[in-house]
């Protein structure tokens, strides 16, 4: 991505805080939405960093099953995230916990990574 940037062009990265995510980490939630009901179930691995979701899915008003998928997130703490950009060449980086340039905290749950190509 570094050599796609024109020169003094900014990278904004957002994604899961590691840190946040495990803080407050729930094994299980539902979300309604639309007409049907979405039973998550997460793991998270802490030898490799990784989160698999499983969700089941739901009708909400008849409760029939309508069938489930699952993925895996590399969840990054926001220190190898810095050192990657380090390593990519990028200056001037900064960790915010939005757009808005909120401060990053431990508890934070999303990451915001800026980091800016050299001119």
Do not use: H, W
Request: charged letters at 30%; glycine letters at 6%; proline letters at 3%.
């Amino acid at each position: 991505m570094y050599d796609r940037l024109s020169d003094g062009g900014v990278l904004l990265l957002e994604l899961a805080n590691k840190e946040g995510v495990l803080s407050n980490f729930d094994t299980d939630g539902v979300f309604p939405l639309d007409s049907q009901v979405y039973i998550e179930t997460r793991e998270c691995d802490p030898t490799d960093s990784r989160m698999q979701s499983t969700f089941r899915v739901l009708d909400d008003d008849s409760e029939e099953y309508r069938g489930k998928f699952s993925f895996v997130v590399r969840m990054y703490a926001p220190i190898e995230l810095k050192q990657m950009f380090m390593r990519a060449g990028f200056e001037n980086i900064r960790l915010y916990a939005s757009f808005d340039r909120t401060d990053l905290a431990f508890d934070s749950q999303r990451l915001v990574v800026a980091g800016q190509k050299s001119r």
